[in-house]
C-alpha cells in the first residue's frame, strides 16, 4: 500500500460524526457546503493569508504536534498544518464539502497526516488529545453565526493542557462614521412607503379591497429592515470621525461557554475629532494568533476587519444606521453602552442595542427660560 509522507494512507474514515439538525443546516450550514462560498472565502487573501503566515511563520509550535482544524471546510488550515510539520491533525467538517476537502488532502498526497472527518465536532469523538486547535470560526461582527460555541466545545473535549488555539484572542470595536449609504437606505424606506400607497390605492380602484389597515403593519416591517438591521459595507478610513473604540476582548483560552451564550452589556465612548454628522455606528472585529501561555507564538500574527484602504476582507464591517443622524464638532463626546444578544428565533443571528448621549465639548447656550435638550437615545438593530 503506497505511503504518503511517511504515514499510511488515511484510515480515520470510521471517525464520523453526526450531520447537523435539520434546522441548522438549512440556517447556516448549507452555505458552506458550496465550494462557490469556499471560494469566496479562500480568495479574501488577508484572511487566509493572516492564518497562513500564523502557522508557517509558527513551524516550531506545530512540528511533531496533533492539530484539530475545527470547520474546517475546504481543508486549507489542516494542509497548512501539515505544511508546518504536525504529526497528525484532524479536519472536522459539519458538511458534504468534507468530501471535498478529502479529495484535496489526497491529491495534495497529506492524507497519511490529515484525517477528514464528516460531522459536528460536537458528535465527533476523536482517538487523541491534540495539542493545537486551529479554527476560522469568525462571523460578521465577530459573533454572528455562533460558531465560537463550537471551538470551545472543542477546546474543552479535546485540548491538551497547555494546549493553544489559532487564533487565541479576539476583540469587538465600534467607530463613528458618516456614511452615504445611511441616506441610501432612508430614500429606499421613503420608496418602499410610497410604492405601498400606490399599491393600497390600486388594490382598492381596480378589486374593491381596502388594504389601508396594514398601513402600520407595513410600515414597521420596512422600518425594521431598512432602519433596524445593520449593513454589510466596505468602509473607507476617511469616514472614521472618530477613533475606534475596544469594547469586548475574549481570551480563547479562558472564556467558558456560557460566558459566550449569554447576553452582554459594555460600555464605550467615542472621542470626535472633525465635524460632521454622525450617520452611524460601524462595528467590526480583530484576532489575534499568540498560541498559549506554555507554547506561545515565536511570530505573532493580528488579522483585523477594521477599515483599510488597501486590503478589506470579506466580513467587512457592519453598519449601524442613525435616524437622526448626531451633529457633532471636534471634541464631542458620544458615550454609552452596547448591548448584545442571541435572537431567540435563531441563535445564529444577533440582537444589538445602542443606548448612548452625545456630550458637546463646548457647551451650549441656553436661551433664559428653555430647557436643553436631552441627548439620550436607544437605536435597536438585528445583525441577519
Given at each position: 500500500?503506497?505511503?504518503?509522507?511517511?504515514?499510511?494512507?488515511?484510515?480515520?474514515?470510521?471517525?464520523?460524526?453526526?450531520?447537523?439538525?435539520?434546522?441548522?443546516?438549512?440556517?447556516?450550514?448549507?452555505?458552506?457546503a458550496f465550494l462557490f462560498h469556499q471560494k469566496e472565502m479562500l480568495e479574501d487573501h488577508k484572511r487566509t493569508g493572516a492564518y497562513y503566515t500564523a502557522i508557517m511563520q509558527n513551524q516550531a509550535q506545530f512540528r511533531d504536534k496533533v492539530v484539530l482544524d475545527v470547520g474546517a471546510g475546504s481543508g486549507i488550515l489542516a494542509i497548512f498544518a501539515a505544511q508546518a510539520g504536525a504529526r497528525k491533525v484532524y479536519a472536522v467538517e459539519a458538511t458534504a464539502v468534507a468530501q471535498h476537502a478529502r479529495k484535496l488532502v489526497q491529491h495534495n498526497r497529506l492524507g497519511g497526516i490529515i484525517s477528514v472527518i464528516q460531522g459536528t465536532i460536537e458528535t465527533v469523538e476523536l482517538p487523541e488529545k491534540v495539542d493545537i486547535i486551529v479554527s476560522e470560526w469568525m462571523g460578521y461582527f465577530l459573533l454572528r453565526e455562533s460558531m465560537l460555541d463550537s471551538v470551545l466545545v472543542a477546546r474543552d473535549k479535546f485540548l491538551k493542557p497547555g494546549g493553544a488555539l489559532y487564533p487565541s484572542h479576539a476583540r469587538l470595536y465600534v467607530a463613528p462614521i458618516r456614511s452615504n449609504l445611511t441616506h441610501?437606505?432612508?430614500?429606499?424606506?421613503?420608496?418602499?412607503?410610497?410604492?405601498?400607497?400606490?399599491f393600497t390605492n390600486d388594490m382598492q380602484r381596480y378589486y374593491g379591497v381596502r388594504m389601508d389597515c396594514l398601513n402600520d403593519a407595513f410600515h414597521d416591517e420596512q422600518k425594521q429592515?431598512?432602519?433596524?438591521?445593520?449593513?454589510?459595507?466596505?468602509?473607507?478610513?476617511?469616514?472614521?470621525?472618530?477613533?475606534?473604540?475596544?469594547?469586548?476582548?475574549?481570551?480563547?483560552?479562558?472564556?467558558?461557554?456560557?460566558?459566550?451564550?449569554?447576553?452582554?452589556?459594555?460600555?464605550?465612548?467615542?472621542?470626535?475629532?472633525?465635524?460632521?454628522?454622525?450617520?452611524?455606528?460601524?462595528?467590526?472585529?480583530?484576532?489575534?494568533?499568540?498560541?498559549?501561555p506554555e507554547n506561545p507564538a515565536s511570530f505573532e500574527v493580528l488579522l483585523s476587519t477594521a477599515p483599510d484602504p488597501d486590503c478589506g476582507t470579506h466580513w467587512g464591517q457592519q453598519v449601524f444606521h442613525l435616524y437622526p443622524p448626531i451633529n457633532a464638532q471636534p471634541g464631542d463626546r458620544i458615550s454609552g453602552d452596547i448591548s448584545i444578544s442571541r435572537k431567540k428565533e435563531n441563535h445564529r443571528l444577533m440582537r444589538v442595542i445602542f443606548q448612548h448621549r452625545t456630550t458637546p465639548n463646548q457647551p451650549q447656550p441656553q436661551a433664559a427660560g428653555m430647557k436643553l435638550q436631552s441627548t439620550d437615545r436607544t437605536d435597536f438593530y438585528s445583525i441577519e
Open positions: 500500500m503506497e505511503q504518503q509522507n511517511g504515514h499510511a494512507p488515511d484510515h480515520a474514515a470510521d471517525l464520523k460524526g453526526k450531520d447537523p439538525d435539520a434546522t441548522d443546516f438549512a440556517n447556516y450550514f448549507c452555505t458552506y441610501q437606505r432612508q430614500r429606499e424606506f421613503s420608496n418602499a412607503m410610497e410604492g405601498w400607497a400606490g429592515y431598512y432602519q433596524q438591521t445593520s449593513a454589510w459595507a466596505d468602509i473607507s478610513p476617511q469616514q472614521l470621525a472618530g477613533r475606534p473604540w475596544c469594547f469586548k476582548q475574549y481570551d480563547l483560552l479562558k472564556v467558558t461557554q456560557q460566558e459566550i451564550i449569554d447576553s452582554f452589556k459594555e460600555h464605550f465612548e467615542l472621542q470626535i475629532v472633525e465635524a460632521a454628522p454622525i450617520e452611524a455606528f460601524a462595528g467590526f472585529f480583530d484576532v489575534q494568533f499568540k498560541g498559549s
